[in-house]
């Protein structure tokens, strides 16, 4: 059993169907810190959550419980997000006055709604508006992954509403063992996170990625995320473009060790192919 965030119809339930197949059991929940929950509990087997999205940047949430949680993540996958209108059959375009959706939705389709004079309505989720408007009795509009139409019995009256086209979310498949025979022997890419030791000594940050340049590592994301514990203090989260398993990353986490108040390793994985087709 696989956990996401969100109900059946929402891209995280998308990316499932289109990473693992349609016959893969899923379950969907309130928020990102129950399905870390569940899977610390054994509820579920393995999570599939959202990491960073091509437009709106980094889910900030789910970094911050990679760090409380001991889990770890082996897969990672870019699931194009496409917007589609959406409403119950008998409803035409030209009827609709209110389009629901998700805030981050609503701003990606602003050129469509501005042109159709929608009222936008924000929800707390795409799928969660899909539903809500197949129990309505008034001509009203969701703003949807194309998957909410089959499930909440919807038909399409506009599809790939979104202003930019290059719009994908990274998502990544979490497991809360660290069993090597779960991870990829074609890895090639590790994220992790480390807080540098005297933040507030000149050099401090600078001093650990000069480790990572030393043992010929290359990081293909830095991001700082508040230490929750200690105010004005950061912790740094990366990817680098190498297996864990390399000698060089192995000499480089020996050194880094002196230079942080800790570090965090959250999995080793194969990247995802970059040149994705739309």
């Not at 375009?93 to 309505?121: G, M, T, W």
């Not at 998957?147 to 038909?155: D, E, G, K, T, V």
């Not at 030393?214 to 994301?221: D, G, R």
Request: proline residues 3%.
């Amino acid at each position: 059993m696989i956990g996401f965030q969100g109900i059946k119809g929402s891209f995280s339930h998308q990316a499932i169907y289109n990473f693992f197949g349609k016959d893969e059991k899923s379950k969907g929940f309130l928020s990102f810190e129950e399905v870390f929950e569940a899977l610390k509990n054994n509820i579920i087997s393995r999570a599939f959550l959202p990491v960073e999205n091509s437009i709106a940047g980094s889910v900030a949430p789910v970094y911050d419980l990679l760090l409380k949680y001991n889990c770890f993540i082996i897969n990672e996958h870019y699931q194009k997000i496409d917007h589609y209108l959406l409403a119950k059959k008998q409803i035409k375009l030209k009827d609709i006055q209110k389009v629901y959706s998700h805030p981050v939705a609503l701003e990606q389709c602003r050129n469509f709604i501005s042109e159709n004079k929608f009222i936008p309505v924000q929800m707390y989720d795409t799928a969660g508006a899909a539903k809500f408007i197949s129990n309505s009795d008034e001509n009203l509009a969701a703003i949807s992954p194309k998957l909410c139409s089959s499930i909440y019995n919807l038909h399409v009256l506009s599809e790939k509403i979104q202003s930019n086209e290059n719009n994908y979310t990274r998502f990544v498949e979490i497991h809360n063992q660290n069993d090597k025979l779960l991870i990829n022997p074609h890895s090639n890419k590790t994220s992790m996170a480390f807080k540098p030791v005297n933040t507030e000594k000149y050099g401090a940050l600078s001093n650990c990625l000069d480790i990572f340049t030393k043992y010929k590592l290359n990081l293909t994301k830095v991001e700082s995320r508040p230490d929750s514990e200690k105010l004005w203090e950061y912790v740094f989260f990366i990817d680098i473009s190498a297996s864990i398993y390399d000698k060089n990353f192995i000499k480089c986490l020996s050194v880094l060790e002196d230079f942080t108040e800790f570090y965090k390793v959250f999995g080793t994985y194969k990247e995802c192919n970059k040149k994705i087709k739309p």
